[in-house]
């Protein structure tokens, strides 16, 4: 990336994949010269952007300018906001609106917008022509920390989330936290939650850290913002680029996904229950599971779902159904739904589950009756 005095000043963690290493780049005021970057990386100059309307209405033209001052024609595709996008429906309809502007194999196609745009987008350039490159930019704090890196794309379906999908690497992410100033409140708190999901992982110290500079940050602290994006992304990066394709280790980052999934899944993929409210309500049942195991201390679990719900996060069941007024499905049910998640092996389902704050593992035997009680009892402590 070119340099200039009076360019904002960014930080760049690379991805390291060989020969489809990329970096994601961190920085405020950078949709503004995206062009800079993003030219030299096009066949053409010509890029179509793929977005939300919630999205377009806030972001879409600083993009497009920063685009055409580069001598980039924009072909902008807007969709509807919300986890519902994602579906076969609107995958088909992006598909078709590509083609129809004239996408070819060596072009670049854009996502701007959330982890639903990036996951969609991304699919959609996985499959057109067998495979097009794309570039994220992502625009909410989840899909910054989260679902811009790693190259995971999807769409859901009836039967669960993120079910039919592909390994697709951006060759770019430019990750601009200026742009989470327009975000809401409830949205940056859902984003927030694979945030502190790095700290439980596998690193106490950042999640000391974030105990002490979550509410700030959530508040409005553009640099600790920044630091905690920047953290988040080194810390995915480096899972990534050991695991890939979820062989393994990569599976931690799913801690709290199995129970999210199914309750995002039985919520019909609607905003009464986000992506990460899902994960905070499913990291706070881990949690309980492993203590209801004997395998956690139950006081690292207390600190764990305190610290949740101190960013106004759900923590478990009982959570959802006081703060979200959502309907919780029966126990067989969520059983049932997990029962599809891509983590199954020979019909057992693995689970992330805890030894304390930063010691999770991946348990391939989990007690299913300890983890059926923890969610027949609802857990609201
Ligand atoms: N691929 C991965 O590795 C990965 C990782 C985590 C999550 N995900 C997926 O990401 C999705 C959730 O992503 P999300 O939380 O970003 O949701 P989202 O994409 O729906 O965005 C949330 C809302 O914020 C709006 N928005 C986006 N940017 C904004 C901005 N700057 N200002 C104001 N409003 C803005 C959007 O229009 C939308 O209404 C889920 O489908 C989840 O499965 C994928
Ligand atoms: O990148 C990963 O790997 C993750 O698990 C990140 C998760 O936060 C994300 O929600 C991901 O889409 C879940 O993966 P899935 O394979 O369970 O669909
Ligand atoms: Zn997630």
């Not at 009464?272 to 004997?294: P, Y």
Request: glycine residues 10%; hydrophobic residues 45%.
């Amino acid at each position: 990336m070119t340099q200039n005095p009076s360019a904002p000043v960014h930080h760049a963690v690379p991805v390291s994949l060989g020969d489809r290493s990329y970096d994601v780049v961190i920085g405020s005021g950078l949709l503004a010269r995206a062009g800079e970057t993003i030219a030299p990386l096009l066949t053409r100059p010509f890029a179509p952007i793929v977005t939300d309307e919630t999205v377009a209405g806030l972001h879409l033209e600083t993009l497009t300018r920063a685009l055409e001052a580069e001598g980039i024609r924009t072909v902008p595709i807007v969709l509807p906001a919300g986890e519902a996008t994602k579906s076969f429906h609107h995958l088909e309809q992006l598909l078709g609106a590509l083609m129809d502007a004239g996408v070819e194999r060596t072009d670049m196609i854009i996502a701007l917008g959330g982890g639903v745009i990036g996951d969609l987008a991304g699919f959609a350039a996985a499959i057109l022509r067998r495979g097009v490159d794309f570039i994220q930019i992502p625009t909410t704090l989840l899909a910054q920390v989260d679902s811009s890196v790693g190259g995971k794309t999807a769409i859901d379906v009836p039967q669960g989330k993120n079910l039919v999908g592909a390994f697709h690497q951006p060759r770019l992410v430019l990750a601009d936290t200026g742009a989470l100033k327009t975000l809401s409140d409830r949205e940056l708190r859902a984003g927030y939650a694979e945030v502190a999901k790095y700290g439980l992982i596998d690193d106490a110290d950042f999640f000391a850290w974030l105990e002490t500079n979550g509410p700030a940050l959530l508040a409005g602290d553009e640099a600790l913002r920044a630091e905690a994006v920047m953290h988040s992304v080194a810390a995915k990066a480096r899972v990534v680029a050991a695991d890939e394709r979820e062989g393994g280790q990569r599976a931690l980052l799913n801690l709290g996904h199995t129970f999210g999934h199914a309750l995002e899944t039985a919520a019909g993929y609607s905003g009464d229950l986000l992506h990460g409210e899902a994960v905070a309500a499913g990291m706070g049942i881990a949690f309980d599971v492993s203590v209801r195991m004997g395998l956690c201390p139950a006081e690292d679990a207390t600190r764990a779902k305190a610290h949740l719900r101190a960013c106004s996060l759900p923590a478990g069941l009982a959570d959802l159904e006081q703060r979200n007024s959502l309907t919780i499905p029966d126990t067989d049910e969520i059983v049932r739904l997990m029962g599809q998640d891509k983590k199954v092996s020979q019909g057992r389902i693995t689970f992330i589950l805890a030894r304390g704050i930063g010691k999770s593992f991946i348990c391939k035997d989990a007690d299913i009756a300890a983890i059926a009680d923890v969610l027949s009892e609802r857990q609201a402590a």
